[in-house]
């Protein structure tokens, strides 16, 4: 079992910058990557960064490329996501989620979830 918290969710107006953080517990070396999605009301769950816990390798979204960073500690088993040049469509529910998957940028392929934490951004 793993188990994950996402923290460093709130507010913040276009252009502006937030730094998600991911605590992991539990067995998370057996889980091969660790992954950020988010959600919007009534939408699906959707993309938006990776990277392998070991080695480090990163892959992103589209929309997000260029503006977000995703890194980890390793000895803190922690999951970063740095948002920068924030707009108002990066508004969702931000969660961080743990799994070895077939296709990285699927949902399915994670077992393991976090709560969530809020990301607003006003225009």
């Known amino acids: 079992q793993v188990q994950l918290v996402e923290s460093g969710g709130g507010l913040v107006q276009a252009g502006g910058s937030l730094r998600l953080s991911c605590a992991a517990s539990?067995?998370?070396?057996?889980?091969?990557?660790v992954g950020w999605f988010r959600q919007i009301l009534g939408k699906e769950r959707e993309f938006v960064a990776a990277i392998a816990w070991s080695g480090g390798s990163t892959l992103y979204a589209d929309s997000v490329k260029g503006r977000f960073t995703i890194s980890r500690d390793y000895n803190q088993d922690t999951v970063y996501l740095q948002m920068n040049s924030l707009k108002p469509e990066d508004t969702a529910v931000y969660f961080c989620?743990?799994?070895?998957?077939?296709?990285?940028?699927?949902?399915?392929?994670?077992?393991?979830w976090g709560q969530g934490t809020q990301v607003t951004v006003s225009s």
């Open positions: 539990g067995r998370t070396s057996s889980n091969r990557y």
């Open positions: 989620a743990a799994g070895t998957p077939f296709r990285i940028m699927s949902r399915n392929g994670y077992p393991y």
